[in-house]
């Protein structure tokens, strides 16, 4: 009985060894072909000429500085901004934005929607809630800001065509919008 399992031992033993081999020589030629096609893509850009190698260093460059620019607050906006500075900046994006839909350029427009309002919002269902046309001056009135967020009073002239006017006629009211300060600059809330 001994020799019998002596036997079952050594045969499944060297059974156990194949499958393992085999198992490694397939990871070993998987990490070989990634190896290969990672140093094709990478010795694209130093097989090419000078153009090439210097928009391949240009690149990450560029990219690093954006990122350590962003993360320091470089020329943007905050909550703790200055209250006059906010003001400024608010109001001159809120009349920049009403410019826009003045001129009917809704997509302009549209990128001053903070970026959870175009989350919610996509740019067609942006457009078909504006009518282009309609609006013709605004003036910003006032501007309140509390920490991120402000409060900006307008007054927009539009045209009104009523029933059975043969003219429109040209209306001013009261608009007040929600900006709030975020990613270094003031962006329109849009509450839908």
């Given at each position: 009985m001994k020799f019998e399992m002596a036997t079952l031992y050594s045969a499944f033993a060297v059974c156990r060894a194949q499958v393992a081999l085999g198992f490694e020589a397939a990871r070993t030629e998987w990490g070989t072909r990634i190896k290969r096609m990672f140093c094709d893509v990478f010795g694209h850009f130093h097989r090419a000429g000078v153009a090439k190698r210097r928009h391949s260093v240009t690149g990450p460059i560029v990219v690093v500085f954006g990122l350590l620019a962003g993360c320091a607050g470089v020329g943007g906006l905050s909550g703790d901004a200055s209250p006059e500075v906010k003001r400024d900046v608010v109001a001159q994006r809120a009349k920049?934005?009403?410019?826009?839909?003045?001129?009917?350029?809704?997509?302009?427009?549209?990128?001053?929607?903070?970026?959870?309002?175009?989350?919610?919002?996509?740019?067609?269902?942006?457009?078909?809630?504006?009518?282009?046309?309609?609006?013709r001056s605004v003036k910003v009135d006032d501007v309140h800001c509390e920490?991120?967020?402000?409060?900006?009073?307008?007054?927009?002239?539009?045209?009104?065509?009523?029933?059975?006017?043969?003219?429109p006629m040209e209306i001013t009211t009261p608009l007040t919008e929600k900006w709030i300060i975020s990613q270094g600059q003031a962006w329109f809330v849009d509450r839908g």
């Open positions: 920049a934005r009403w410019d826009r839909l003045i001129a009917s350029d809704l997509a302009g427009a549209y990128e001053y929607m903070s970026p959870a309002s175009r989350a919610t919002t996509p740019l067609d269902l942006y457009k078909a809630k504006h009518k282009v046309g309609l609006y920490a991120d967020t402000c409060t900006v009073d307008l007054s927009l002239t539009y045209d009104y065509k009523g029933k059975g006017m043969k003219e």
